[in-house]
């Protein structure tokens, strides 16, 4: 079993940064893939950003040049530095790991607003 929990959400103006946490725990030797998705209200979850267990990322165009995933494997935490955030970037932030399967923290919210 794998327990991930995210935190660092909050609201934020226009323009602003935040930096996402996302901490595994559990009976497992080391994590695969980790990354975040995101849910804005009425729509569907989408990929935001992903990092391998070797350092590859991948990130959603929406992000790119914005947002930066990084982890720590010794501390089995995955990390979303999210800069020039605008309001379209409103969602439930869910962290997700790989073990055999994914596993999926219960989310944090980030608003954008004014």
């Known amino acids: 079993q794998v327990q991930l929990v995210e935190s660092g959400g909050g609201l934020v103006q226009p323009g602003g940064s935040l930096r996402l946490s996302c901490a595994a725990s559990?009976?497992?030797?080391?994590?695969?893939?980790m990354g975040w998705y995101r849910q804005a209200p009425g729509k569907q979850r989408e990929l935001v950003a992903y990092?391998?267990?070797?350092?590859?990322?991948n990130y959603a165009e929406s992000v790119k040049g914005r947002f930066t995933i990084s982890r720590d494997n010794a501390k089995n935490t995955v990390y979303l530095q999210m800069s020039r955030l605008k309001p379209e970037d409103t969602a439930v932030y869910y962290c997700?790991?790989?073990?055999?399967?994914?596993?999926w923290g219960k989310g944090t919210l980030v608003t954008v607003s004014s």
């Open positions: 559990g009976s497992f030797s080391s994590i695969g893939a």
């Open positions: 997700y790991g790989s073990y055999g399967m994914n596993y």
């Open positions: 990092i391998t267990s070797g350092g590859s990322t």
